[in-house]
């Protein structure tokens, strides 16, 4: 198997907050590595990092084979990535094709022959001179995705690139990820609070918790490890957490009214014992596990992300 | 570098703080120029060689030196600013050659405000005022010692830049410290332009007679010899003997080498400094 991006017991200590702990990560190549974690997990400190904006304080990490250590080589593996870490890197005081020149420029591109064609296969044609300063946040965000596309990555860093963006605008952004991995094999790794975007293009996901990496699983594996159960909506929760004691059955209660129950059960003798105390089913449906649920079980229940 | 350098190139033109202290240091070039002008029109006996080394700033008011440090606190602030700073980064360049490409492209900054000056000073007193008084080698020497002086200066606010880390605050801190170095600088030299003694007149008998009496304040040979050292040190203080001396037409008395020494040891030790807290800052 071969990876882009190796961390090695990795950490960042900001004085005496350690913000990044052990953290060993992998990422294969050619996947949608999906970052998930709360406010303060470690997110963007560790995109940092890779990105080389801060130094490890422990441990490091491998990007393509070359050790982090290295500065050399590292200077010299970083031409095959490309990021937008948190706000889009762009000059505000220029046009997109200026911003995109400014890049060709950094990379060292003899001219500028691409950058319009770069421009509309992110959407962002016909901007025309208009100064990024008066650019929509979508489409800044789409030149921030543009510049970071503008050495041919084979690896692209996004780091929350929904964020603030209107439904419509999450759903051209997603497109744009699946369309880069797809069609140019470029390995993404995207961070995002957004749990139900990030399940419709993460081909792995990795869960960060207090700066430590607390899971890594492939998106099959997870559809394999997320339960089955039956959400049952009763008049009464009590009697029901009651009666699913007695029968010794896996479950855990949502709500005032309503529980999953995780163990194979017979409907008909639930709602008989339940109709015995006098306690209605109302409602009786086969779930699957989301990865909300699987993430907010992993990190203990109840924690916002 | 290179790669780093184009892009800087590139930029400056559409840098609205570098057109902008060009711009005015174009104004100041010419206003001098108008007032030369003016001043010879009336028989005011002025020569080229003053309107020339107005370049580095008028007694007491250091202009050229606020324009480059507003103009590279600007241009350098603005990757800041913008974040763009992050792209250098992440795609490999290094830290030091990004400092350093920042502090030859200040460099180039400062030096341009002077040769605006030049330019327009040569174009409208060379032939209303005529000829260099002083002569080439003196000219060459001044020239030389005063662009190391703007190559401090351009090192000490790439500097500022780096710490501060914020465009707004870098401009503040470096206009203040050129007011600031201003200030001392006329102090200082007021405080060496005291005479040792002074004359008094006393009526004596009826009769007023004359004597010298020692300065009280006229400072000692220690006192003196580090007022000239600070002096010397001050990139401020180096531009304003400059113009000074274009102003007398004559580079007698000023200690060239040692000013010059001393811009080197700035450039260097700022330099030092500069890149040693770039590579150790975390970027947001």
Redesign the interface.
């Known amino acids: 198997m071969e990876y882009c991006l190796q961390t090695r017991h990795l950490g960042k200590r900001?004085r005496h907050f350690r913000a990044l702990d052990d953290l060993n990560m992998n990422i294969e190549k050619g996947a949608i590595y999906g970052l998930i974690g709360r406010n303060g997990a470690g997110k963007t400190t560790l995109i940092?990092l890779i990105?080389?904006?801060?130094?490890p304080t422990e441990g490091s990490f491998l990007l393509y084979g070359a050790d982090s250590r290295n500065?050399r080589a590292?200077?010299?593996?970083?031409?095959r990535?490309?990021?937008v870490?948190?706000?889009?890197?762009?000059?505000?005081?220029?046009s997109a094709q200026?911003n995109v020149?400014?890049?060709y420029?950094?990379?060292?591109r003899p001219d500028d022959s691409g950058a319009a064609e770069l421009l509309r296969y992110v959407g962002l044609s016909g901007t025309g001179n208009k100064k990024a300063k008066d650019f929509s946040l979508g489409m800044r965000q789409r030149l921030g995705i543009a510049?970071?596309l503008a050495?041919n990555p084979d690896f692209i860093v996004l780091d929350e690139p929904v964020n603030g963006l209107d439904p419509q605008g999450i759903v051209e952004i997603r497109e744009l990820i699946l369309k880069l991995n797809r069609e140019m094999h470029i390995t993404v790794l995207i961070s995002s609070h957004i749990l139900g975007e990030l399940s419709k293009l993460a081909t792995h996901y990795g869960f960060i918790d207090k700066g430590r990496l607390i899971k890594e699983i492939s998106a099959a594996d997870l559809e394999a490890a997320c339960r089955k159960c039956l959400r049952v909506t009763v008049s009464d929760v009590t009697v029901l957490s009651r009666i699913l004691q007695q029968k010794h059955l896996d479950y855990r209660i949502r709500s005032d009214s309503e529980a999953d129950i995780y163990s194979p059960v017979s409907i008909s003798s639930l709602a008989m014992a339940l109709a015995g105390e006098g306690v209605d089913l109302i409602r009786a449906l086969e779930q699957d596990e989301d990865l909300e649920t699987y993430y907010i079980n992993l990190i203990g229940g109840g924690a916002a992300c | 570098m290179?790669?780093?350098m184009?892009?800087n190139i590139?930029?400056l033109p559409?840098?609205?703080g570098v057109r902008i202290s060009f711009l005015l240091a174009l104004l100041y070039a010419v206003g001098l120029g108008a007032v030369a002008v003016i001043s010879k029109v009336r028989n005011v006996q002025l020569a080229t060689d003053a309107l020339f080394f107005y370049a580095y700033g008028l007694p007491g008011l250091g202009i050229p030196g606020m324009l480059a440090g507003v103009g590279c606190c600007l241009f350098v602030g603005?990757d800041y600013h913008?974040?763009?700073?992050?792209?250098?980064?992440?795609?490999?360049?290094?830290r030091v050659s990004i400092y350093l490409t920042n502090l030859l492209t200040c460099i180039g900054i400062g030096l341009m405000i002077n040769l605006i000056h030049f330019a327009v000073a040569l174009f409208m007193g060379l032939p209303v005022l005529g000829g260099f008084v002083m002569s080439w080698r003196e000219v060459v020497l001044l020239l030389v010692t005063g662009t190391l002086a703007m190559i401090a200066y351009a090192s000490l606010f790439n500097l500022v830049v780096v710490l501060s880390r914020n465009m707004t605050a870098a401009v503040i801190i470096t206009l203040l410290c050129v007011v600031v170095m201003g200030f001392a600088t006329s102090i200082l030299t007021a405080l060496l332009s005291q005479p040792e003694f002074y004359e008094t007149v006393e009526i004596i008998n009826g009769e007023p007679v004359t004597s010298m009496v020692k300065n009280p304040t006229y400072p000692g040979p220690a006192v003196r010899f580090i007022v000239e050292q600070i002096i010397d040190l001050l990139p401020t203080a180096q531009l304003y003997q400059l113009s000074y001396a274009g102003a007398y037409c004559t580079a007698e008395g000023l200690h060239l080498l040692r000013m010059a020494l001393y811009a080197v040891g700035m450039i260097v030790l700022s330099t030092g400094a500069g890149i040693w807290a770039f590579r150790k800052q975390?970027?947001?």
């Open positions: 900001y940092r990105c080389g904006l801060q130094n500065q590292m200077c010299e593996v970083r031409r990535m490309g990021a870490v948190e706000t889009p890197s762009i000059y505000l005081g220029m200026e020149r400014r890049q420029e950094l990379l060292g510049i970071a050495g | 290179l790669k780093l184009r892009c590139a930029r559409r840098e609205n603005r913008d974040g763009t700073i992050r792209n250098k980064l992440v795609i490999g360049h290094s975390d970027l947001k």
